[in-house]
């Protein structure tokens, strides 16, 4: 229902992309990414590799990051510098990356049981 209307409305406008992620699959060091013993010390996860991606994109078309699962307290907090004002996800490697106007975060929960306002 949620996912084909989002992919219809998506489909309305030429040129928008969409990556889905269901953040309950994978642990938030996947999700976010985490300290490595390669040479930068640092491996990407599934979001911050998104969120470089679309931040470096130098078309406007709208992108679309769809969290699709349930919203709780293990990952969502990696989100308040995001959700606010500044629209930054700040990794723990200490990186930053600002979102541009053409990206856009959709949370698509049954319900909203384990977050608090």
């Known amino acids: 229902g949620k996912t084909t209307i989002l992919k219809f ?3 309305l406008k030429e040129g928008t992309e ?5 953040p309950k699959a994978l642990e938030s060091g996947q999700l976010f990414g985490q300290a490595d ?9 599934l979001v911050s590799k998104t969120f470089k991606n679309f931040a470096s994109s130098s078309t406007e078309n709208d992108k679309l990051i769809t969290f699709d699962g349930p919203v709780d307290m293990v990952w969502i907090e990696n989100f308040n510098t995001v959700l606010d004002d500044n629209n930054i996800l700040c990794l ?5 990356i600002k979102m541009t106007p053409s990206m856009k975060i959709v949370f698509e929960s ?8």
């Open 18 to 22: 969409i990556t889905v992620i269901n």
């Open 92 to 96: 723990e490697s200490g990186e930053t």
């Open 110 to 117: 049954c319900d909203l049981d384990r977050v608090s306002p």
């Open 9 to 11: 409305a998506a489909n």
């Open 37 to 45: 013993s390669s040479d930068t010390g640092w491996k990407d996860g």
